[in-house]
């Protein structure tokens, strides 16, 4: 079989599409050699004293991780000084990163999650990282949060790494979901899965069920129904699976099919959801949609929603198309 690089990848899409400027496939590739070195890290564990607590909080209040705080220094170093971003914005820092006035300013904006998942981190359990990728509005000389709010749509590629017994990255710049796997030896991203699509049908889903008693009812009433299996109104069984890693969880509806709902809840009824719009569900949303599935916060499709802050947090439902249009009725009714 011939080996195509991440590379080789992005400049046949060009050919193929004309949608990957060669400065967006620059941007694409520092990307991808981050996560290389975000990989290596993870990978060292206990050996390279990267576990457990910093004792810090990140912007949301919650407490960091070491490795957060690695991750995130990796994106930033990594994306500074290539020249094709104008800005960067982080889950981890509160406002945005304006690339030094030492470097030449681009013409994109990167998001990111430098580490989903990292309860996971010392547990080894698989993590990853998320990235967004926005053009810069015309005519912008210094960037501001308002530059970054914009509809998932305008996204011009959306992808993640998945560090887990391999380690992957998948891809999308508007034509189609594509996956690559580090060859550790040569230090190289190979393409091993073309136009990913997601099963339509399904009977798998995921969702932290010990948050039940909080849910509202629509996501209650479609959960009761899965639960009920073969003699209820579904008429079949379904398996619940819950890696508390949208990444792995997500990596796993591309590949099987099923729905990941990260629903909001009665706990705290002014915070509408638990992920961040910008930096997990909008990407997400993208890849999601471009492998044939949908993605909704119950109410319309992520990808349409106007941002309105850069942490602003929603509900999500997304993968195969069927049951994620199910529960959204359901909240609709």
């Not at 997990?280 to 349409?304: L, R, Y």
Request: a negative charge.
């Amino acid at each position: 079989m011939k080996r195509i690089s991440l590379t080789q990848h992005l400049i046949e899409q060009q050919r193929l599409h004309n949608s990957i400027p060669a400065e967006l496939r620059l941007l694409i590739e520092v990307v991808g050699r981050a996560c290389k070195t975000i990989s290596h890290a993870v990978g060292k564990g206990a050996l390279g004293e990267v576990l457990g607590s910093a004792d810090s909080e990140n912007v949301q209040g919650e407490v960091q991780k070491k490795l957060d705080i690695i991750s995130n220094e990796i994106l930033l170093e990594a994306n500074e000084w290539g020249g094709h971003l104008a800005a960067m914005a982080s889950e981890e820092m509160e406002s945005i990163h304006p690339i030094p006035n030492r470097y030449p300013q681009g013409e994109y904006m990167l998001l990111f999650d430098p580490l989903d998942g990292s309860s996971n981190i010392d547990v080894n359990v698989s993590i990853g990282t998320i990235f967004s990728v926005l053009k810069a509005p015309d005519g912008m000389k210094t960037p501001t949060e308002q530059d970054f709010m914009q509809s998932g749509r305008k996204q011009v590629a959306a992808g993640y790494a998945v560090y887990g017994p391999q380690t992957m990255l998948v891809l999308t710049t508007g034509n189609g979901v594509h996956c690559f796997t580090l060859d550790r030896e040569m230090g190289s991203w190979v393409l091993t899965q073309r136009d990913m699509q997601i099963p339509a049908e399904t009977k798998e889903f995921a969702i932290n069920a010990s948050n039940a008693r909080h849910w509202h009812s629509p996501v209650t009433r479609y959960v009761n129904e899965m639960l009920a299996g073969s003699t209820g109104p579904r008429q079949k069984d379904f398996n619940m699976r819950w890696i508390a890693s949208m990444v792995a969880d997500v990596h796993r509806i591309l590949n099987r099919g099923g729905i990941f709902m990260y629903p909001a809840d009665a706990r705290e009824p002014d915070k509408p959801g638990k992920l961040r719009l910008m930096y997990e569900a909008n990407p997400m949303a993208f890849i999601v949609e471009q492998a044939g599935g949908a993605a909704t916060d119950g109410k319309q499709a992520i990808m349409d929603i106007q941002p309105e802050k850069l942490h602003q947090r929603v509900p999500v439902f997304l993968g195969s198309k069927s049951e994620v249009e199910l529960v959204t009725r359901y909240h609709q009714e």
